[in-house]
């Protein structure tokens, strides 16, 4: 338990940004696997319709900084190339 006035507030705020990353993680998951789940099914619609809400929504986290801009690029790039690879 923390004892100090300063070590107190640090819990407080690691419990509060634990929360909103635990948020971030499963949003981030959840929309990864829709368009998963759409090319899987062979859904192309579905898929490209998943994968532009996936480009602006990790887009938006990398802008936020709970994502690194390269980290979000890579993410939508693999899907992106997943989403392609219906076509073919």
Wanted: charged content about 30%; hydrophobic content about 40%; cysteine-free.
């Amino acid at each position: 338990m923390a004892n100090h006035k300063s070590a107190e507030k640090r819990a407080r705020q690691t419990k509060v940004r634990t929360e909103r990353n635990r948020f971030y993680k499963t949003r981030i998951k959840n929309l990864t696997k829709a368009v998963r789940v759409a090319v899987e099914a062979g859904d192309k619609d579905a898929a490209l319709a998943a994968l532009k809400d996936v480009n602006k929504n990790l887009h938006s986290y990398a802008t936020k900084g709970i994502l690194k801009k390269n980290t979000a690029s890579r993410r939508v790039s693999r899907l992106t190339q997943l989403v392609n690879s219906i076509a073919a």
